[in-house]
Every structure is written in C-alpha cells, then in structure tokens.
C-alpha cells in the first residue's frame, strides 16, 4: 500500500512540474501595446498557429507603457512604444538585443524606417507602423478653411474640437505655434507655452487618445486633432472628413515592436514578430489600422484607393519632426505644466 501511495505522489510531483515546464509557459504571450492598433485577427491568426494563447494589454501613452513595464519587468514579452519611448527604454538597458537572423520577414521593410534616431543601430527593434498627428475637418460644418493649429483654436469652435489626451502631444502643439521645435523643452520655452495652452484647453470639448474619431461620427465634435490612422478611418466612413497636416508642422510618428530585456518568452516573442512581418498578414493591420505601413511588401498588396487615403499617405510639404527622449525631468515638467493649465482652466 505504501509503495503504490508513493508511486502515486511520484506521478502526481511529475504532472505537476510539467505544468510549470518551460515548454508548458511557452504556449503564452503577454503584449502591452496601443489601444486600437492590433488587429483581433492577428492576434487569433498567431495563437492558432503556434498553439498559443496571446494576452494584449493596451495603454494610452508612451509614460503609461514605460510606468506599466517598470512595475513588472518580467510580465510582458512584447511592448509597443513609440520613437521616444524606445530611445528611452535603450538608454536604460531595458530592451533585448534582437535576433535578426530569426526574423527573414525583416526584408520586407523600407529602408526610410530603419535605423533612425531612436535606434540607430537598428538592434532593438521592428517598425510596427509609422504616422502623423494632423487635423481632421468636418466639411459639412465648417466651412472656413484651416491650414494649422491656430485655426482650430478659435473661440468660434469652442466646445466642438476633440484632441488626444497626450501632453507631449498638446506641448508640440503650443511649441510649434512659437516657432520651436517639439524638442525644445527646457524650462524658459515651457512657460512661453503656459499662456497658450491656458487659451486653448478651455474651447476643448473632449480628450481623446483611445478613439478620438468616435466623437467626430457621432456628431459631438467637428474638429479633431487626431492620429493619421483615426483620420483615415473617417475618411473612408465619409469624404466629408478633410485631414490636414499642420502648416506650423507635425509630429510624425513610429511605433515598434521590441522584446524588454525580463521577457519570460523572447524566442516566441521573434516568432510574433516575424509574423506580423508577412505581407499578408501586415495587410490586415493596414486594412484594420490604416496608418502608414513600412512593410513595403504589404503595401504593394493595398489598392489604388487605400494608398490614395490622403490620412494613411499623407501628400505636402509640411515639416514633419519626430518625438526625442528629453529625459525624465522634462517629461515630468511637461505633465506638470499641463496638469496646472487644465486644473486652472476646468
């Protein structure tokens, strides 16, 4: 009796190591990315695959991802963030160098989205989708032109714009109108920003990073400050909807996939990330998301009329700057500046 209670523990002890086996985790891969940015097919198409079950965790800022990594650096396998963050998460050592040979989808991207600043070794990271920040217009209500953020902000629109609730966002905007740069954000140029955000925030009706579009089709707002890819979303709903790239000029963006450095899976997480770099599966990011894709073999796969989507591939020549890393404090002087206006204001 004895022998077979032990042979029994001994079973049971086996079965129960096998379910916290390296092969058993393996079947699960955490993401943290952008709201609104993966497709659900995607995701389904991966796990079905490889036999794995792919958890998306979504955030709505660069800050709120690199707060959320910094909590728990061994959750997630996969993060999403945008040029500024990467640079950010390089400088402290935060990303794991990828495995290039293990990604031969890699080819597929142009080479105007590799080694950029924010990675210029192009060690640490894979363009996910590129974009910019412009102004959508619905036509059918307004009827002046507008060209730029100073045309938005009019006391006649007061209570009818919907921008995204991002405050390094909100600062470039202020910034340009000055004539300076989104990365010029010491402190005697934030304050120069301090009166005309103290103008603005007031005629706003609505912040909105998640879904900003939604507030425009359902009629609560006629002006938007929105990501290139809410645009195109409404402009494929209806022509009504011009966008518009900022005259002062715009903030153009690059979001990545990258493996942080206390990555339980790493090797699944390249497995993701190749297949996301298939032309035919970036195509339904594209179709779902239609930003700007660096997958230049998925983009010869969109029609004529997703190509001409004046938000996905914007025409002009409208100066376009990307986010740097301006390092913690300024970061948090930033959201303070911002914090203070809106507590004045609301």
């Not at 890699?106 to 210029?120: A, K, M, Q, S, W």
Request: glycine residues 6%; contains cysteine; charged residues 25%.
């Amino acid at each position: 009796m004895r022998g077979r209670l032990v042979h029994l523990l001994l079973a049971l002890l086996i079965v129960a190591s096998g379910a916290c086996s390296p092969e058993r985790e393996r079947r699960e891969l955490q993401i943290l990315g952008w709201s609104e940015y993966v497709p659900q097919s995607v995701i389904d198409g991966f796990g079905d695959e490889y036999g794995v079950r792919v958890l998306y965790e979504s955030v709505g800022s660069n800050e709120e991802m690199l707060a959320k990594l910094a909590a728990q650096p061994h959750r997630y396998d996969i993060v999403q963030p945008s040029e500024n963050a990467v640079e950010a998460l390089i400088r402290q050592d935060a990303l794991l160098a990828l495995d290039f040979a293990k990604l031969p989808n890699f080819v597929n991207i142009g080479t105007e989205y590799r080694n950029l600043p924010h990675d210029p070794e192009q060690r640490f990271t894979v363009p996910w989708m590129a974009g910019t920040v412009g102004i959508v217009v619905n036509t059918e209500r307004i009827a002046t032109p507008v060209k730029g953020y100073r045309d938005v902000f009019q006391e006649r629109f007061k209570g009818r714009i919907v921008v995204l609730d991002d405050a390094r966002e909100l600062v470039a905007w202020a910034l340009a109108t000055l004539g300076h740069g989104p990365n010029d954000v010491d402190p005697a140029t934030l304050e120069k920003v301090r009166p005309v955000l103290a103008r603005w925030l007031p005629l706003i009706k609505l912040f909105d990073s998640d879904s900003p579009k939604d507030a425009l089709l359902d009629g609560d707002a006629d002006l938007g400050i929105v990501w290139s890819g809410e645009a195109a979303l409404l402009f494929d709903e209806h022509p009504k909807y011009d966008y518009v790239l900022p005259a002062e000029g715009a903030h153009r963006f690059l979001d990545s996939l990258a493996i942080p450095r206390g990555a339980p899976h790493p090797e699944l997480a390249l497995q993701f990330i190749d297949y996301v770099l298939r032309p035919e599966v970036s195509l339904l990011i594209s179709r779902e998301f239609p930003y700007t894709n660096p997958n230049l073999a998925a983009r010869k796969l969109l029609t004529r009329e997703e190509l001409d989507n004046p938000a996905s591939y914007p025409k002009g020549n409208t100066k376009l700057e990307t986010f740097r890393d301006v390092g913690p404090e300024a970061t948090a002087r930033i959201e303070k500046l911002l914090r203070e206006v809106r507590a004045k204001t609301y």
